[in-house]
């Protein structure tokens, strides 16, 4: 059974920072697009950040809205995708989900809340 694994989560005011952690038991991890989603209350869940395969070259891709403040990567002797966090704002506020993809294959994790209030 594939388990997708977050942590980081928390409350943290504006302007601050968390890292989100994300580790995973699929197997030859380094081929998967790893991905971190986010879903608010009453909205769709929206695509945060990826970061391609090691084939790829670990290209990486950004929301609109967090471009220049939050920042992907991966360990991949670790099976583990971060998400750095900085300059949070309260519509950052949101469950926080992980996904790994490849192929035709996709697992998610259970999520880790994110609140960002003063």
């Known amino acids: 059974q594939v388990q997708l694994v977050e942590s980081g989560g928390g409350l943290v005011q504006p302007g601050g920072s968390l890292r989100l952690s994300c580790t995973t038991s699929v197997s030859i991890f380094r081929l998967y697009i790893m991905g971190w989603y986010r879903q608010a209350p009453g909205k769709q869940r929206e695509l945060v950040a990826s970061?391609?395969?090691?084939?790829?070259?670990?290209?990486?891709t950004y929301a609109d809205s967090v471009k220049g403040r939050f920042t992907i990567s991966r360990d991949n002797a670790k099976n583990t995708v971060y998400l750095q966090m900085n300059s949070l704002k309260p519509e950052d506020t949101a469950r926080y989900y992980c996904?790994?993809?490849?192929?035709?294959?996709?697992?998610w994790g259970q999520g880790t809340q994110v609140t960002v209030s003063s």
């Open positions: 970061i391609s395969g090691i084939t790829s070259g670990n290209r990486t």
């Open positions: 996904n790994a993809r490849y192929l035709a294959t996709g697992y």
